[in-house]
């Protein structure tokens, strides 16, 4: 690649920048041991380059040349190639937490030769060394980025190599109907040529299947990576903002008795079973009587447009007004959960009107914190469709990986038809070509420069 020289070696600071414990100054590539020779001390004066692979030593960083310059007290692990995070000679070197000191280490080895590392450039060497495919090094960033258990378990099943062999043994099935319709276009009349078009139909059928499947859950698997869009909406005075606050179990919104207290939206960012959810506090949805109160319609709006996940809160002490019917006939056609707030008042409400237009119906008292768990719960069952852990088939949730699939599944649905209509085998054999290039675009056997700088633009410095 012309971006990121391989022959270089490269070093970073791969904690987070700040006062801690401890700070890592991390070096790869051909002279990360020779440049540890230089400005590593330790009392029976061994180098580095003596040292076995996978050992940690106890020492001092110090200026070449100048041993009574102390810069820190530290610990360096070694790992040699092939047999470490980017297949090439690793150092790591375990020095103070402070912004300083790491900074003094880091200039120190960039002095002695190395350069500075570029965002995701250890990964980057990873994948380009054929430590792991292009999804294993997505994955990486998934388990930094996780803000949930779920997140997580996500991410790790995917540097797991799941989602990876899933793809290569459904690229080998392809590569075998493959090679059967070019035996075919090479030696139509020989017998090497005659193929069961009915049995190739069922293989890139059962192909297209198990595509389907992985796709089926990608919805599931992307509010799991990236978190659901939640929207509590209703009209004024209902306790949308205290159902905010019993849901994150500290006052966010202000509460007041008076309607229209809210007059912004007010978004926060929790953890629900495991799910990661982006929850958006709207103000009460009337005609509005100034500006300032037409643009937070407005933008309240736009939010219910955008959601995932709608919490249309009614209260219930009361019957159901005008506001209440325009709000239902709205939101028809999303994904709404109803919810029945003040149970501890007296009740008033048609719950059998509301049954009749939503499925999803929960009682509970916003400001007495009553049955806010059932809530929760409802709300992980239309995540998980009734399971509250990540099930096994939940594998994919990259955008990137999810178009890619879905174009391989559009080609051997074009190769079906094609068998189907007997149409002549180079249309099958040019859909499934395409199809392979999709599926090897997710897992890094096909791609360009451009695509990884996209990737590995996301990720810190250090890693």
């Not at 009209?235 to 606050?245: A, D, E, I, Q, Y």
């Not at 990661?276 to 005609?287: F, K, S």
């Not at 008042?345 to 914190?369: N, T, W, Y």
Request: proline residues 2%.
């Amino acid at each position: 690649m012309s971006k990121y020289n391989l022959n270089d070696t490269i070093a970073a600071i791969a904690t987070s920048i700040g006062e801690s414990g401890i700070g890592i100054v991390r070096i790869s590539g051909k002279d990360a041991l020779a440049i540890a020779d230089r400005i590593f001390l330790v009392k029976d004066k061994q180098k580095p380059s003596s040292f076995k692979t996978y050992t940690v030593h106890y020492g001092w960083i110090v200026e070449p040349g100048i041993k009574t310059e102390i810069i820190d007290e530290v610990i360096l692990t070694i790992m040699r190639s092939p047999k470490s995070y980017t297949k090439e000679d690793v150092v790591e070197i375990n020095c103070h937490g402070g912004i300083a000191v790491q900074n003094k280490v880091l200039e120190l080895v960039l002095k002695e030769g190395a350069r500075l590392a570029q965002p995701g450039e250890f990964t980057l060497r990873a994948f380009l060394n054929g430590r792991i495919d292009l999804v294993q090094a997505e994955a990486v960033l998934d388990i930094i980025r996780a803000k949930t258990s779920a997140a997580l378990k996500l991410g790790l099943t995917q540097l797991q190599g799941k989602l990876s062999a899933k793809i290569n043994r459904l690229r080998q099935d392809l590569l075998e109907v493959a090679a059967l319709l070019e035996a075919n276009i090479e030696f139509p009349d020989e017998e090497l040529g005659k193929i069961d078009t009915k049995q190739l139909f069922n293989r890139l059928s059962g192909v297209r299947s198990k595509l389907k499947e992985i796709l089926s859950s990608a919805r599931q698997a992307r509010i799991i990576r990236d978190g659901l869009h939640v929207v509590i909406c209703g009209k004024p005075n209902v306790g949308k903002s205290s159902l905010l606050n019993a849901l994150l179990k500290y006052e966010r919104s202000i509460v007041t008795p008076v309607a229209g207290t809210t007059r912004d939206t007010v978004e926060e960012t929790m953890d629900i079973k495991g799910i990661p959810v982006r929850i958006v506090d709207t103000a009460g949805i009337i005609e509005p009587t100034d500006i300032i109160g037409k643009k937070a319609i407005s933008r309240s709006k736009r939010h219910i447009k955008e959601a995932d996940l709608i919490l249309l809160v009614f209260d219930g002490s009361r019957r159901l007004g005008k506001e209440d019917t325009l709000l239902i006939k709205r939101l028809k056609t999303k994904t709404v959960i109803a919810v029945i707030n003040k149970i501890d008042l007296p009740q008033k409400i048609e719950i059998d009107k509301i049954k009749h237009f939503f499925r999803q119906v929960v009682m509970l008292s916003a400001k007495k914190s009553q049955n806010i768990e059932s809530l929760e719960e409802a709300i992980a069952r239309l995540v998980y469709a009734g399971e509250l852990e990540v099930c096994g088939s939940v594998i994919m949730g990259n955008l990137r990986h999810i178009e890619m699939m879905r174009q391989a599944e559009k080609f051997i649905a074009s190769a079906c038809d094609s068998l189907d209509n007997m149409f002549s085998p180079e249309f099958v054999a040019e859909d499934i070509k395409v199809a392979l290039l999709s599926l090897d675009e997710i897992t890094g056997r096909r791609f360009n420069e451009d695509l990884l700088e996209r990737i590995f633009s996301d990720f810190c410095v250090g890693k």
